[in-house]
């Protein structure tokens, strides 16, 4: 609940943002797609205090936002609210929308204020508790690849890249770190970071990926996992309402392009004892012992948790050879084609960088299957092997499900998943999943008429 020194916090803050008339309140879905409510500045001390309502169904949704009525949370439910509590920090101005509005993000709970099982947020927050127990704290930061994408489509329906601001050509080229592409998306680039800004997010780097207009802005470290992801979350509102302003949409799709890289969200993740020692750092590029156990977990636990790294069609679609995405549990230094590398550094920044999900993963529940899987490891102290040395496609095979229903299955079998997620929000995360999934595969495609019409 509220303490009165939000309350006054509150208020100091709407007398500095006197401009202020409306609060977007945000509550990240499964999907981390943004539901919630517009309401006037008159309400938010209220709203602090009491909380919002909101149906619990919010979490039952597919991204098309239908309710998936087998999750027992819409009419089974009869659509019932629960309270939506701010999360502390996150109020703050949105600089693309004009000096009147502001942003809130809120939390989901049951009447008695006890977190609601189907909010990633609370899944997150479960998960850290097993940390506190170990008196380490995890330290995350959160990578984010994007396409910014015309606002016209093909006239096949398909995203193409949008017309270069500065040169007016529409490039189609593969063209990495390219400073030519950053100084064509400059002034927009800019606004990024002066928005950022604005909102407190810690946005570091910004640079340009393999794809026409694809783009990658990386968060700066965090000893809070919650916060980290919270981060992340008002990245992607921030980098799409940017993007409008320029005429543009971008895009965190995994793979709008056949024939392009994909997008994803990697986690970079260390852990500190009580003194702030990384308990990873080692003289040995490979890290400690410790860091060893943690890439262990996660290896072990790859399968049950590509649900969760691949929640959508599309996100299989990006899980291609030689395209920077890995197939297999392996672990390198300094190799970008693994799925779990330790960066080149100082020894004391010693960490794990995670490469396996979609831009579309939820942060939330990206980062609770991460620390999840390192927890497992570093109890258990399990062995990942040898790190693989040379070229993660050719000399390895690939192991982990690359389908919607082979990843579901694994989720939703895996007594590790239970053990940290819960039966609860286990079964709800499958159903809404397998929902959407039913649906998209009841579509007919325009493919299928080309290749199957006349050929059946």
């Known amino acids: 609940m509220p303490q ?8 100091a803050w709407l007398l500095e943002h006197a401009q202020v008339r409306y609060v977007d309140l945000l509550l990240p879905d499964q999907m981390g797609v943004l539901r919630g409510k517009r309401v006037t500045i008159e309400d938010i001390e209220s709203i602090q205090r009491d909380g919002l309502l909101l149906p619990a169904s919010m979490f039952a949704l597919d991204v098309l936002g239908g309710t998936v009525e087998s ?3 819409g009419f089974d439910d009869g659509d019932a609210d629960r309270i939506c509590l701010p999360v502390p920090g996150s109020l703050a101005p949105v600089p693309w929308l004009g000096p009147e509005v502001a942003q809130m993000q809120v939390s989901m709970y049951e009447h008695d204020r006890r977190p609601f099982h189907g909010d990633p947020r609370h899944v997150l927050a479960g998960v850290l508790r097993h940390f506190r127990d170990l008196d380490l704290t995890p330290v995350m930061a959160v990578e984010l690849e994007f396409y910014l994408v015309d606002r016209e489509r093909t006239p096949e329906g398909h995203a193409q890249p949008p017309l270069l601001p500065l040169s007016g050509r529409r490039e189609f080229r593969t063209q990495i770190n390219s400073m030519m592409d950053l100084n064509e998306y400059s002034a927009l680039l800019a606004a990024i970071d002066a928005a950022a800004r604005v909102q407190s997010l810690p946005v570091g780097t ?8 694809q783009f990658e802005v990386n968060l700066h470290h965090v000893p809070d996992a919650l916060t980290a992801c919270d981060h992340a979350i008002r990245l992607k509102r921030l980098v799409r309402g940017v993007a409008l302003q320029h005429g543009m949409e971008a895009t965190f799709m995994p793979k709008p392009y056949r024939d392009q890289a994909g997008s994803g969200a990697h986690l970079h993740v260390s852990l500190v004892d009580s003194a702030g020692r990384n308990v990873f750092a080692a003289d040995d590029p490979a890290g400690s012992e410790m860091l060893r156990h943690a890439i262990g977990g996660l290896a072990a636990t790859i399968d049950a948790t590509m649900a969760v790294c691949a929640p959508t069609a599309n996100s299989y679609r990006r899980f291609r050879p030689e395209a920077y995405v890995p197939l297999n549990p392996s672990w390198a230094v300094n190799n970008r084609g693994v799925a779990f590398r330790i960066p080149h550094g100082p020894p004391a920044g010693r960490r794990v960088e995670h490469r396996v999900a979609g831009a579309d993963a ?3 529940l990206l980062a609770a299957i991460v620390l999840a899987g390192m927890h497992h490891g570093l109890t258990g ?4 092997g040898a790190p693989l040395a040379g070229n993660a496609y050719r000399d390895s095979r690939v192991t982990i499900p690359l389908t919607w229903p082979e990843a579901l299955s694994a989720f939703e079998r895996s007594d590790f998943v239970r053990h940290y997620f819960g039966d609860a929000f286990t079964d709800l995360y499958v159903n809404t999943r397998r929902g959407e999934m039913r649906e998209f595969n ?3 495609s325009a493919l299928d008429y080309t290749w199957y019409l006349t050929t059946s």
Do not use: F, Q, W
């Open 4 to 11: 009165p020194a939000d309350h006054e916090r509150l208020r």
């Open 362 to 364: 939820n942060p939330y």
């Open 71 to 73: 999750t027992g949370l």
């Open 381 to 384: 102290k399990l062995d990942p």
């Open 442 to 444: 009841s579509h007919i």
């Open 206 to 213: 910004v640079l340009a990926e393999y794809g026409p207009g």
